[in-house]
């Protein structure tokens, strides 16, 4: 069971940055190692931000025996309840410049944040000055990723690439969104067509798919909104993420409701179609804008999985 952060000891606080800075020090050789051969002078760059790394841990390692011994529990980011889910994009090869530089960000950024929200919580000033101290470190390391791949790319592509608050965007706002209209417009699929089938009714089939909607937006909001407190993962407020993800859910189920206002049965059905095509479609588009999946592979997953939920409810409303 996951803890909350604050409702771990300044012990535990400790131990888990000794984790934070060995787990985020391997990555960053692996990124050298994956980086070496085609851009030489980048992996050059992760090895010394490794190396900080470890000193950073040989700080913390230091401090922690100064209060509390030698032992040092294991404790692991996964343990703690609001930290970002990384991709384990260090072990894909190639390796891409723009990847590795948005995912180094992403782990600086973090970082920093998880060192100043532990300065706040620890009373021992000599442990809280070094986790000051190693707060404006990662704040460097922030700038240095953003400047990774100046030599290695054109100008004009670094003007495409996204500024800080199209990440924080995205974190707070997209992935919530998504997670929601994805939810919204698949689960919704089977109850819908499952009633308009069985009934051959718009009415019955409209009021089915409002019931569905609402329904699962509520859930959804409310299961965003206890997913974390965004404190250190920079996503945002949990109010805020819930009702993004409960609208955006509520929108996808009634967006191939809404046709079963017209009384033509076969009409309102078509037009549902339609617009079941052009939301996976959407969420397509959404997965390749801004989580970087290829259009035709995120067109894929979407539409197979949306395809087996619709005819599943025809299956069943035709039974």
Request: net charge negative; with cysteine; proline share 3%.
């Amino acid at each position: 069971m996951a803890k909350n952060f604050k409702d771990l000891s300044e012990q535990e606080i400790l131990a888990l940055a000794i984790s934070l800075e060995e787990t985020d020090g391997r990555i960053y050789s692996d990124f050298a190692e994956g980086l070496k051969t085609d851009f030489p002078a980048t992996a050059c760059i992760f090895i010394n931000m490794q190396a900080e790394e470890s000193e950073h841990r040989r700080f913390l390692i230091d401090e922690y025996r100064r209060r509390f011994g030698d032992h040092i529990p294991l404790i692991r980011r996964e343990d703690v309840r609001g930290f970002v889910s990384r991709k384990p994009v260090w072990l894909v090869r190639p390796l891409g410049i723009k990847t590795v530089r948005r995912q180094a960000e992403i782990m600086e950024m973090e970082t920093r944040r998880f060192y100043e929200r532990a300065a706040q919580s620890i009373t021992d000033p000599s442990t809280r000055k070094l986790l000051g101290d190693l707060a404006e470190a990662e704040r460097k390391h922030e700038t240095m990723a953003e400047c990774i791949q100046e030599e290695h790319i054109t100008n004009d592509v670094q003007a495409e690439e996204e500024a800080a608050h199209r990440r924080l965007f995205v974190l707070q706002i997209v992935q919530p969104g998504l997670t929601g209209l994805m939810d919204g417009s698949v689960s919704t699929l089977a109850p819908v067509f499952a009633a308009a089938f069985a009934t051959k009714s718009s009415h019955d089939a409209l009021l089915v798919g409002l019931a569905a909607s609402v329904g699962a937006g509520i859930s959804m909001g409310f299961a965003e909104a206890v997913s974390d407190d965004g404190s250190l993962t920079g996503r945002g407020k949990p109010l805020l993420r819930g009702i993004v993800c409960g609208l955006m859910t509520m929108a996808g189920g009634i967006g191939h409701t809404l046709p079963y206002l017209i009384s033509d049965f076969t009409t309102a059905t078509i037009a549902a179609v339609v617009v079941v095509v052009l939301e996976l479609l959407a969420i397509s588009y959404i997965r390749k804008r801004y989580m970087d999946t290829p259009f035709l592979a995120a067109a894929f997953q979407v539409i197979v999985g949306g395809a087996l939920v619709f005819l599943a409810g025809i299956l069943i409303g035709s039974a």
